[in-house]
């Protein structure tokens, strides 16, 4: 059964739709690297600070990556979508377990909620740089 754990960045949890707010997305698909910048909101972090706060996700390893409006992804059946913080890691869930049959690889799954989209990210590893 999927498991969601909360990201503990370096602002610790990120709860809220206006915790994560995306300004550009960058893919390299020869590199299979996806690349994320924009601003967290201080106060909606678990250890708040007063300000906006410049981050840059990367994303490396890709898998799959799939990206969605928020209003359309909280209108599907799928709880994955509503659970959870800004920016969780799921566990044990059908995507992981088709790929390692698949390609015999074991990766991470990410879902990070930003104001206006929903990312959802099968990858090796990810580093986050505020």
Do not use: W
């Amino acid at each position: 059964m999927p498991h969601i754990k909360a990201i503990q960045t370096p602002l610790g949890e990120l709860h809220g739709r206006d915790a994560v707010y995306l300004d550009q997305v960058h893919m390299n698909y020869a590199k299979k690297e996806l690349v994320l910048k924009g601003e967290i909101n201080g106060g909606l972090a678990s250890e708040a600070v007063d300000d906006f706060v410049p981050y840059e996700l990367i994303f490396t390893g890709i898998y799959y990556f799939n990206m969605i409006k928020l209003d359309v992804a909280l209108d599907m059946p799928e709880q994955k979508y509503t659970q959870g913080s800004s920016f969780d890691e799921l566990t044990d869930t059908p995507l992981l377990a088709t790929i390692a049959s698949a390609r015999g690889k074991n990766l991470k799954h990410f879902l990070l909620k930003t104001y206006d989209d929903v990312l959802e990210i099968a990858c090796r590893d990810y580093k986050m740089i505020i």
